[in-house]
């Protein structure tokens, strides 16, 4: 099994071992009050769904701006123009307890449909435009997952394909083998950690053996604009 490399944001963050692995985990980056704080928002966005999408809510601006707690691992993964362009609360119960396959994360939000070389199919999530664009533009993308819970190997944890984010666009069909072919992460987590990602890593999880709420804040960061006259969702209105 592969080891993703525990950073902190008092420290030098390890970008080359990032670039490597695709993955690294920031340990105790919230403390209590942000956390209850964060774990009363998701419970209003999920509402007893297992996720919710996060959109127009000013109250995440100081924590996920490049400047805030959590934006600023982002900021420091990529460069200071780093900015949240997708979130979406889950929260894995009892009732919610699903499975997902190995998969990549292969689409973005955006404001305008817009006809641009290389973007496209077009799909809506929860009303919002979204679209798949090229591998370059996800490959420059970093995704933060926000504990609210502890995560141990009985709730669901993630499961990663270590340095998979390199592979390129892998079909639907080839994730599973191309996660075998590399060694895995089982990404285990504390209330109040944050794990960061290559956007495009291969990913996974099974179901809760022992299900309990498994809280999570995912949000999508990216430093740059879009070509072709497209526009970032982002999270305002």
Same mark, same amino acid.
């Given at each position: 099994?592969?080891?993703?490399?525990?950073?902190?944001?008092?420290?030098?963050?390890?970008?080359?071992?990032?670039?490597? +692995?695709?993955?690294?985990?920031?340990?105790?980056?919230?403390?209590?009050?942000?956390?209850?704080?964060?774990?009363?928002?998701?419970?209003?966005?999920?509402?007893?769904?297992?996720?919710?999408?996060?959109?127009?809510?000013?109250?995440?601006?100081?924590?996920?701006?490049?400047?805030?707690?959590?934006?600023?691992?982002?900021?420091?993964?990529?460069?200071?123009?780093?900015?949240?362009?997708?979130? $979406?609360?889950? +929260?894995?119960?009892?009732?919610?307890?699903?499975?997902?396959?190995?998969?990549?994360?292969?689409?973005?939000?955006?404001?305008?449909?817009?006809?641009?070389?290389?973007?496209?199919?077009?799909?809506?999530?929860?009303?919002?435009?979204?679209?798949?664009?090229?591998?370059? $533009?996800?490959?420059?993308?970093?995704?933060?997952?926000?504990?609210?819970?502890?995560?141990?190997?009985?709730?669901?944890?993630?499961?990663?394909?270590?340095?998979?984010?390199?592979?390129?666009?892998?079909?639907?069909?080839?994730?599973?083998?191309?996660?075998?072919?590399?060694?895995?992460?089982?990404?285990?987590?504390?209330?109040? +950690?944050?794990?960061?990602?290559?956007?495009?890593?291969?990913?996974?999880?099974?179901?809760?053996?022992?299900?309990?709420?498994?809280?999570?804040?995912?949000?999508?960061?990216?430093?740059?604009?879009?070509?072709?006259?497209?526009?970032?969702?982002?999270?305002? +209105?």
């Amino acid at each position: 099994m592969g080891a993703a490399r525990e950073d902190d944001l008092a420290g030098v963050i390890d970008r080359e071992g990032f670039g490597r +692995d695709g993955a690294l985990l920031f340990r105790g980056v919230l403390g209590s009050e942000p956390l209850e704080a964060l774990r009363a928002f998701a419970n209003a966005q999920t509402a007893g769904r297992p996720g919710g999408r996060v959109v127009g809510d000013p109250s995440l601006t100081s924590l996920l701006s490049a400047s805030g707690r959590v934006g600023q691992i982002a900021a420091d993964l990529t460069s200071s123009g780093a900015r949240p362009v997708r979130a $979406v609360v889950f +929260d894995k119960t009892k009732e919610a307890n699903w499975i997902v396959a190995w998969h990549q994360d292969r689409t973005i939000p955006v404001r305008q449909q817009v006809e641009a070389e290389g973007f496209g199919p077009w799909s809506s999530k929860d009303g919002i435009l979204h679209v798949a664009p090229p591998f370059e $533009v996800l490959e420059r993308m970093v995704t933060l997952r926000v504990h609210l819970d502890d995560v141990q190997n009985d709730n669901a944890p993630l499961r990663i394909a270590m340095g998979s984010h390199r592979l390129g666009r892998v079909a639907a069909t080839d994730a599973g083998a191309s996660a075998a072919r590399r060694p895995q992460q089982v990404c285990l987590a504390e209330a109040g +950690d944050v794990w960061a990602y290559s956007t495009p890593i291969l990913h996974a999880s099974d179901r809760a053996v022992t299900p309990r709420r498994r809280r999570v804040l995912q949000v999508d960061y990216a430093d740059f604009d879009l070509p072709g006259g497209l526009e970032w969702r982002g999270l305002g +209105d």
